[in-house]
């Protein structure tokens, strides 16, 4: 996050802004310290950070999917296991950020997806280990919202169309990826309504395990209920006619 989005965020009554890159063990460190010496514990963590490096599985280096893992699996251990005993000191709350794409894989976001996937097996086993213990652990599966995730997802597709001159990935099924970018930017509910839904459920007495927020939860909650055979279909059927 950008300097003047912290001091945006700090000119907010109540709000203390934190420079926190999960991928940096003394941030996470210095964050820990700050709110630990406050002394006023700690009533939730919620794990919203996170990066979506798109392009075709069989074109991604080694490198893109560690750093794609750095962020989204391995950021959310860092900063959960270090808030974690001021959490069990509150009895807080744990909410994981996930997305639709922790449960429907798509084509050219396979690394975002794969990350998401193992957030909920990550969160799910977790929730477990922590049952009785008075720490509640929630996920929360986003739909498209409108972030500035779509307008670098954008940039990221012009630059692998460069790259993949050539490639068998070239032209129709990259296509594909920018439209779903396309859909995500301009159909997606927006940043505020999403934080008030998470705002609803932090404060909720009696909370579920999984929360789907999005443009349309029916329809993703149908897509749950069909064969994996059936949602091949409709996605290959899509990304052949992507325009």
């Known amino acids: ?16 802004s934190i420079k926190l890159d999960v991928t940096n063990n003394n941030d996470i460190e210095e964050a820990f310290s700050l709110i630990h010496k406050q002394g006023t514990g700690l009533f939730a963590l919620i794990n919203n950070a996170g990066i979506s490096i798109p392009g075709p599985l069989m074109e991604l280096s080694d490198e893109d999917l560690q750093n794609q893992f750095n962020v989204n699996l391995l950021g959310v251990h860092r900063v959960t296991r270090k808030f974690f005993p001021i959490l ?14 922790g449960f429907l894989a798509t ?24 049952s009785g213990f008075g720490v509640n652990v929630i996920i929360i599966q986003p739909g498209f919202v409108q972030t500035k995730l779509f307008d670098k997802g954008i940039e990221s597709i012009k630059s692998l169309k460069k790259n ?9 099924r990259l296509n594909f990826g920018k439209k779903l970018i396309e859909q995500g930017q301009h159909n997606g509910i927006s940043a505020q309504k999403f934080g008030k839904s998470v705002l609803s459920i932090l404060i909720k007495k009696n909370k579920k395990t999984r929360y789907i927020i999005s443009e349309n939860d029916l329809k993703y909650k149908f897509i749950k209920l069909l064969s994996t055979k059936m949602i091949d279909k409709q996605i290959i059927k899509e990304m052949n006619n992507p325009m």
């Open 107 to 130: 084509p050219f976001v396979g690394p975002y997806s794969s990350s998401k996937f193992a957030l909920e097996g990550y969160t799910d086993s977790l929730r477990c280990e922590l």
């Open 88 to 101: 069990l000191e509150s009895k807080g709350r744990i909410i994981m950020i996930s997305s639709i794409n």
């Open 1 to 16: 996050m950008k300097k003047e989005n912290l001091d945006d965020l700090a000119k907010i009554k109540n709000v203390t």
């Open 164 to 172: 993949l001159k050539g490639s068998i990935f070239e032209e129709k």
